[in-house]
């Protein structure tokens, strides 16, 4: 399997799939590089070099007791650029994956970047804080370290069977396959660091990070996603970006990348050739 090895040991895996102009993935949480399975297949067949890696603590990567924080995350996805030499790169991320993608690219800078884009993304920030007033409170996210410690098997069940897909909604038709597949993923990875993750993902301001950028960023996010709230998250970004398009989904949940995959790809094929 192909890893590099970070600075603190950490290895990270990753797959590196054709050639041309390479557009690099960053997964959302708890998952792992499988979760773009539909966008590496799609944009592998329209010419595109495709990369996608397991943040440490998911997937393949180490099961590491530290480092679960953005300023990691964003250092590993900077170590696997350098090391695959990236140039030109379109960086696409869903939900925990964008918060890593916005803040690789203000702290790494743009040098090897020409555009981005955040899908169902958890910046701005998603707590509850003096300044983010319509933020989720933080007891949120402590019941949801709560669940996983008690049992990660169950929690990891509950979540894709219910609000990640919005297999929830009146109506909806819940896929078997993607439920056990989210399920799997999960499972893959470790619990120590999808428990630490979740205060990364929920605490992280990235207020700041989204005003340095400077490349077209593309925000997509629906507007019945039930994990990272519509009006607190993309809109929110879109106006903090010096150069962003925003894209929102009527009843798209928060797994639509998985569930709206037809939708999604078109619209980040559209974005990466305009």
């Known amino acids: 399997m192909p890893t590099i090895k ?39 067949s329209k010419g595109f070099r495709v990369i996608a890696h397991d943040r440490r603590g998911h997937g393949r990567s180490t099961q ?8 990691h995350y964003s250092d590993d996805l900077a170590a696997l650029t ?37 899908v169902s993304a958890v910046p701005p920030i998603m707590v509850k804080t003096a300044s983010n007033p319509g933020g989720l409170p933080k007891e949120v996210f402590d019941g949801l370290q709560a ?15 219910g609000p990640f897909y919005g297999y929830n909604r009146p109506g909806a038709k819940p896929s078997e396959g993607i439920i056990q ?12 660091a999808h428990y630490d993750g979740i205060v990364a993902f929920s605490q992280t301001d990235f207020t700041e990070d989204l005003k340095k950028i400077t490349v077209p960023v593309l ?17 929110l970004s879109a106006k903090l970006l010096k150069n ?3 894209k929102t989904y009527k009843g798209f949940p ?21």
């Open 147 to 161: 669940q996983l410690a008690a049992s990660r098997a169950k929690f990891y069940r509950d979540l894709p069977e």
């Open 181 to 192: 597949n989210w399920w799997r993923q999960g499972m893959m990875g470790g619990a120590k």
């Open 6 to 44: 970070v600075k603190d040991g950490t290895e990270i895996f990753y797959k590196d799939w054709g050639s041309g102009q390479p557009i690099v993935f960053s997964h959302g949480w708890p998952l792992s590089a499988d979760d773009w399975d539909t966008q590496m297949l799609f944009f592998l």
């Open 244 to 246: 962003s398009t925003l």
């Open 219 to 235: 925000v997509m996010h629906g507007d019945d996603d039930q994990i990272v709230p519509y009006a607190d998250s993309g809109p």
């Open 82 to 118: 350098a090391h695959l030499d990236l140039k030109d790169a379109v960086h696409v991320g869903h939900s925990t994956g964008g918060g890593e993608v916005v803040h690789y690219i203000a702290r790494h800078g743009e040098s090897r970047v020409a555009k981005a884009a955040i």
């Open 64 to 71: 590491t007791a530290d480092g679960h924080d953005m300023d």
């Open 254 to 274: 928060h797994g639509m990348p998985t569930t709206e995959a037809e939708t999604i790809n078109a619209d980040l094929l559209a974005f990466i050739k305009s």
